[in-house]
């Protein structure tokens, strides 16, 4: 007789009604998130989903038809930390959820687990809980090893007997982005590749003379009209700017900005993306772009594109060539071995082995 699934030990009375799941801020985990909260609606198609998430990524996901209601948390700074958690803890339900399934492990994410009323809150293992959050959960997975962060996610749904397969993400578009994005692409006269140009995250940042060298060939050579794309933050700004004063090649647009969602179907419209390990990456993956990734500083068998477009990785984390390092969290400081033939390579390939898209 088959294991009795663990989500049954949990629930006797029948599947969970009043799911939340916690997972405040950056753009790529949320990203990884859709596939679980799609995966629970496949096979708890009556179940309430509510999100916990922060303002920034929730103009990315806000439209999700498996997601039934966001909870902002609005971060405060300093003395008026804690009004922010206490603002989102009104928001909470009188009656308690279910099932909360807490995916980040920072502390202010534990705080609104413990805040949270729930009968079974699923969390990591002590080993992967920074920031003491296995304090804050009743259940957790085991440690089964280091895996990408997309399986990771996965593990909550295999421990709680559910098939994460297949994994769908299923990014929306409103009627008006769509015909927004229908008029941007009219005006090209050339497939278009999307270049990301910067992070937050200083050291996975590429250097404005290696995306002047490539912006120049995908124009001249490849035959693509090459777009800045990216966030306002001062770090993409100046990169942005340094590199349009290096670089020869004389269509490039520049769109970097805070609309978010002009950013989602800016990379949908795209033949192909270029990107340092962060957000728009996984986006891209997510659309199924092609995205050719820039890795130094992250581990990509962890961050990487998941199962997808890994051909198309430029990899600094390796040492020297075919480096067979392990699946870790370790950082390390590779991205000046990241080469602009390499990632030229890459573009070649990715329009040869991809030419759909």
Same mark, same amino acid.
């Given at each position: 007789m088959a294991d009795t699934p663990r989500w049954r030990e949990l629930f006797p009375e029948g599947p969970p009604r009043r799911i939340c799941i916690v997972m405040l801020s950056a753009i790529g985990d949320a990203v990884h !998130?859709?596939?679980?909260?799609?995966?629970?609606? =496949?096979?708890?198609? #009556?179940?309430?989903i509510t999100w916990v998430i922060q303002p920034v990524p929730h103009l990315l996901v806000e439209h999700h038809p498996a997601i039934d209601e966001f909870l902002i948390y609005r971060r405060r700074r300093g003395v008026d930390a804690w009004e922010g958690f206490r603002d989102l803890a009104r928001s909470y339900p009188d009656e308690p959820y279910d099932l909360l399934? +807490?995916?980040q492990v920072y502390f202010k994410a534990g705080v609104l687990t413990r805040l949270a009323p729930a009968r079974i809150k699923l969390g990591f293992d002590r080993r992967r809980a920074r920031d003491l959050n296995w304090l804050f959960t009743n259940e957790r997975i085991p440690f089964r090893g280091?895996?990408?962060v997309q399986d990771q996610y996965f593990e909550f749904l295999e421990h709680l007997g559910l098939d994460p397969n297949p994994a769908v993400w299923d990014l929306p578009f409103t009627p008006d982005e769509r015909r927004a994005q229908e008029r941007f692409f009219a005006d090209l006269d050339r497939p278009a590749c999307a270049v990301v140009v910067g992070t937050s995250k200083l050291e996975k940042n590429w250097t404005p003379e290696g995306y002047a060298r490539v912006l120049e060939s995908l124009e001249s050579d490849f035959g693509l009209q090459p777009i800045l794309v990216g966030g306002p933050s001062a770090t993409e700004r100046d990169?942005? #700017?340094r590199t349009l004063q290096l670089t020869r090649a004389t269509t490039v647009l520049d769109t970097l900005g805070d609309d978010l969602r002009r950013l989602v179907w800016t990379i949908d419209g795209s033949r192909l993306v270029i990107s340092p390990d962060t957000g728009p990456l996984h986006i891209a993956r997510a659309l199924e772009t092609p995205v050719v990734g820039l890795y130094g500083y992250t581990n990509p068998k962890r961050t990487g594109p998941w199962r =997808?477009?890994? #051909?198309? !990785? !430029?990899? +600094?984390?390796? =040492?020297?060539? +075919?480096? #067979?390092?392990?699946?870790s969290p370790e950082y390390r400081d590779g991205m000046a071995r990241v080469a602009v033939p390499e990632v030229l390579e890459k573009v070649g390939l990715a329009l040869e082995r991809y030419p759909e898209g």
């Open positions: !998130v859709l596939p679980v909260a799609n995966a629970l609606k =496949r096979h708890w198609p #009556d179940s309430h399934i +807490g995916l280091q895996h990408h990169i942005a #700017d =997808r477009y890994q #051909d198309l !990785v !430029v990899d +600094g984390y390796a =040492r020297f060539p +075919g480096e #067979d390092y392990p699946l």
